[in-house]
């Protein structure tokens, strides 16, 4: 198993990872059971069902542990299953902060769960720090960040948002889906806790499902664990071994998808047909020096304005050869999806339009192919949208 100091690649591929002991197996293996035999009542070796641990799960976690340099992992069947697993941390009257532009499931699970359940929220403008901190009340128990954001990739300044809610004793949460470990580490710039969608860059290859909230507190992270095994959206043991896969390229794959997205948002920036580029990297992104200093790259996400509005925006997006039209992202093939449509549709339509998700809005999320055929490919549907 990979030293704690160990650099980022090496831990990616040995973080958990140990052979196992009887066979010698180089990968972790699957162990799908639901119960281990017991010597006696109460007398196991740590693992009693499945639902509590899994050996699988237990790699898993500590491999992306080592990644975002956090103490605990605790893995769920998804995403939204480990932002599930934070708010009911939460209690009646607690007030939380987020960025207005966040995943559309989140928002869903914010405005359309947790309000029921009798918590509140205030959505600021993911960029102005100086909201975060006008919004914040005695009853602001979490601040959620998602950054860059999805899908308007804006850049929230995470150590300056940190210092201003440590000053009041809140937690800060960040979404580090879009970034990953390898690109952004938002522990190290005064985060809580992390959580990520794995089945987006983690997994890397759109054939799992799943979510994670990695954090070095104690406390939370106990907290989160009683309601992972309480509630149980706990991920499959195949499901652990195939992001644990996954993320043992993840570095390789990141630098060619960081790569491809900046020659792709050249290509963009200079096409007749589109309105607006927005990508961290263009030195024209309203948060460029923010995104440059806070991210090792600027990801490989992109979203752009397509002149014409919906129906140009559907003639561009029925005509792509290569590109692939699908929602998710982070896989090694490219997708292209339109948010109003599909990602982010559970926004209501007025809020979606205030917060510049517009029709003619579309999300690229740029794989690993050869550059070229993806820009043969954009240009020849840009060409006919």
């Given at each position: 198993?990979?030293?704690?100091?160990?650099?980022?690649?090496?831990?990616?591929?040995?973080?958990?990872?140990?052979?196992?002991?009887?066979?010698?197996?180089?990968?972790?293996?699957?162990?799908?059971?639901?119960?281990?035999?017991?010597?006696?009542?109460?007398?196991?070796?740590?693992?009693?069902?499945?639902?509590?641990?899994?050996?699988?799960?237990?790699?898993?976690?500590?491999?992306?542990?080592?990644?975002?340099?956090?103490?605990?992992?605790?893995?769920?069947?998804?995403?939204?299953?480990?932002?599930?697993?934070?708010?009911?941390?939460?209690?009646?009257?607690?007030?939380?902060?987020?960025?207005?532009?966040?995943?559309?499931?989140?928002?869903?699970?914010?405005?359309?769960?947790?309000?029921?359940?009798?918590?509140?929220?205030?959505?600021?403008?993911?960029?102005?720090?100086?909201?975060?901190?006008?919004?914040?009340?005695?009853?602001?128990?979490?601040?959620?960040?998602?950054?860059?954001?999805?899908?308007?990739?804006?850049?929230?300044?995470?150590?300056?948002?940190?210092?201003?809610?440590?000053?009041?004793?809140?937690?800060v949460v960040v979404d580090n889906t879009f970034a990953t470990p390898y690109l952004q580490r938002p522990l190290e710039l005064g985060a809580t806790m992390v959580l990520h969608s794995v089945t987006k860059y983690l997994g890397g290859h759109s054939d799992v499902v799943g979510g994670a909230v990695?954090?070095?507190?104690?406390?939370?992270?106990?907290?989160?664990?009683?309601?992972?095994?309480?509630?149980?959206?706990?991920?499959?043991?195949?499901?652990?071994?195939?992001?644990?896969?996954?993320?043992?390229?993840?570095?390789?794959?990141?630098?060619?998808?960081?790569?491809?997205?900046?020659?792709?948002?050249?290509?963009?920036?200079?096409?007749?047909?589109?309105?607006?580029?927005?990508?961290?990297?263009?030195?024209?992104?309203?948060?460029?020096?923010?995104?440059?200093?806070?991210?090792?790259?600027?990801?490989g996400m992109i979203s752009f304005v397509v002149k014409g509005g919906l129906e140009s925006a559907r003639r561009l997006l029925q005509g792509m050869k290569v590109f692939t039209l699908a929602e998710s992202l982070g896989g090694v093939e490219s997708l292209i999806e339109h948010p109003a449509i599909?990602?982010?549709?559970?926004?209501?339509?007025?809020?979606?339009?205030?917060?510049?998700?517009?029709?003619?809005?579309?999300?690229?999320?740029?794989?690993?192919?050869?550059?070229?055929?993806?820009?043969?490919?954009?240009?020849?549907?840009?060409?006919?949208?």
């Open positions: 198993m990979a030293k704690e100091n160990s650099r980022f690649e090496t831990l990616a591929i040995h973080a958990g990872c140990a052979p196992e002991p009887v066979t010698g197996s180089v990968n972790v293996p699957i162990f799908q059971t639901s119960t281990y035999a017991q010597r006696g009542p109460g007398d196991h070796t740590g693992f009693e069902y499945s639902r509590t641990r899994n050996p699988t799960r237990d790699a898993l976690e500590a491999n992306l542990a080592a990644l975002e340099g956090a103490k605990h992992g605790a893995c769920f069947g998804s995403g939204c299953a480990a932002t599930d697993a934070i708010m009911h941390c939460l209690s009646v009257g607690d007030h939380v902060v987020s960025a207005d532009d966040i995943y559309g499931g989140t928002f869903r699970l914010f405005d359309k769960v947790y309000r029921r359940h009798g918590l509140d929220f205030s959505f600021v403008p993911a960029a102005d720090t100086n909201a975060y901190v006008s919004a914040m009340t005695d009853r602001t128990k979490l601040v959620w960040l998602e950054t860059p954001t999805n899908p308007l990739l804006s850049i929230a300044d995470i150590e300056a948002i940190c210092a201003a809610a440590k000053k009041r004793g809140v937690p990695l954090a070095s507190d104690d406390a939370w992270m106990e907290r989160v664990k009683f309601v992972q095994n309480a509630a149980g959206g706990v991920p499959a043991p195949m499901d652990c071994f195939l992001t644990l896969r996954g993320t043992k390229t993840l570095a390789v794959r990141m630098d060619r998808h960081c790569d491809n997205a900046g020659q792709i948002a050249e290509l963009l920036v200079g096409h007749k047909k589109v309105e607006k580029v927005i990508y961290p990297g263009l030195t024209s992104h309203p948060q460029h020096a923010l995104a440059s200093r806070q991210m090792k790259k600027p990801g599909m990602t982010h549709a559970s926004i209501p339509r007025e809020l979606r339009e205030a917060r510049g998700l517009s029709d003619g809005l579309v999300r690229i999320s740029v794989g690993i192919e050869n550059v070229a055929d993806l820009a043969d490919d954009l240009q020849a549907a840009l060409d006919r949208a």
